[in-house]
């Protein structure tokens, strides 16, 4: 789901790429992984830590090498990213934003139904999860997930855990 994936190298260095990722582990990527990487990166970095003053420790996991991404693009660069966990017949998404002056326009669903694509394409997925921040959770419900635990603190933001049953029917 990228356009003009070389647009995303002015967002970010690879040098500054390396610092967030396992130097080797960046190196394995294939070309367009990390035009994705790149600008799924920059978003994060524009919604999460610039918008939402989320720390960068918590920000960046470690984890991106180990997950599924999908950053959603227009003339303008990115403007959506996620990624996704798969453990078993579990699917959790993870990290989607949409760039500030984007957001009402369908680009969130969009992100949130790739990632369960991507997820369902690669195993038998029966359960989506996610933890979302408070003030999106009728964003999420709009998108079939259900509230499934109290409130609690993430960096900072009040979220709550959110589950979607798969429907495994073709």
Sequence with gaps: LVTDAKRFASYMS???INILLDEQDFQEQSV???YILLG?????ELVFVNEQNVSTNIEWDGE???RSHVLICDETGGTGCGRVKITDTTAKLERICVQKQKRGNGIGSDVVAALEAIATNQTDIDTFTL???KDTIDFYI???YVVVSEPYDEAGI???DMKKQHSNTA
């Design 64 to 66: 991106d090498t180990n």
């Design 40 to 44: 799924a990166f920059k978003l994060r």
């Design 14 to 16: 690879l040098s500054t």
């Design 142 to 144: 709009k998108n079939g």
């Design 158 to 160: 009040p979220h709550v």
């Design 131 to 133: 933890s979302a921040q």
């Design 32 to 34: 367009p992984d990390k």
